[in-house]
């Protein structure tokens, strides 16, 4: 079966660097793609999402890439904070005519530390 | 607005014995989702459901049930715990294809 997964599983990085989490993905038929922030005994929580008629879509300190041509997915955190210390997980949805709602496929997650 | 709220937060079964994990959600989203995370790995998806009255089987559905008689609550029973269904278990909710919002999740012990 296609799923969603990512290269790295843990990623460290200094206070203050910029941190690049990437996620490759399997279905072409996926057309919206979510990253979540999960820390520790908390459930997952939103940080952005990007649709596949987009190459690139920015937040507040994070930036999230789509390149369909290699199916790729990446999480880019400027200024990373001791804060930003969680796993990150890569979600894909694929919208089969509405029937598809709430059927996301999470990828197995990359813990990244940010050390002070 | 409370958001997702998943009771109990925590819970210890014996093999075989049935209990519901309650899910909840004030936000009047129509689509609902259970999921189950096993330590290391990413959420899979157990039932989920597009509206009250609709349910459907995701990806790892065996031992477990759903319902959605109202808008607001989708509850996950389990009707013979085995040891394997020891998981963390996380409920969704979303008003449509954006916003997934989850709640703090259950964590369930099978001995």
């Known amino acids: 079966g296609e799923s969603v997964g990512l290269h790295l599983p843990t990623l460290s990085v200094q206070e203050g660097d910029n941190s690049i989490i990437n996620c490759a993905y399997s279905n072409s038929a996926s057309d919206y793609f979510i990253w979540y922030k999960q820390e520790s005994g908390k459930g997952p929580q939103f940080i952005i999402d990007i649709r596949s008629n987009m190459d690139k879509r920015q937040g507040q300190r994070v930036t999230v890439l789509l390149n369909k041509t290699v199916k790729h997915l990446s999480l880019q955190i400027a200024a990373t904070q001791p804060g930003d210390s969680a796993v990150y997980f890569c979600?894909?949805?694929?919208?089969?005519?509405?029937?598809?709602?709430?059927?996301?496929?999470f990828g197995q997650g990359t813990i990244l530390t940010v050390h002070p | 607005n409370a958001g997702v709220t998943q009771t109990p937060k925590f819970q210890v079964l014996k093999t075989g014995q049935s209990m519901t994990l309650q899910c909840a959600q004030d936000m009047n989203h129509e689509y609902m989702s259970w999921y189950r995370q096993d330590p290391g790995m990413g959420l899979r998806l157990i039932h989920y459901s597009v509206g009250a009255g609709i349910t459907d089987q995701g990806e790892v559905p065996n031992g477990y049930n759903v319902s959605r008689s109202t808008t607001e609550d989708f509850p996950l029973r389990l009707l013979s715990a085995a040891p394997s269904q020891t998981s963390v278990y996380f409920c969704a909710s979303s008003p449509d294809l954006d916003g997934y919002t989850f709640g703090s999740g259950t964590r369930l012990t099978v001995v």
């Open positions: 979600a894909e949805n694929m919208n089969a005519g509405g029937t598809s709602y709430g059927k996301l496929t």
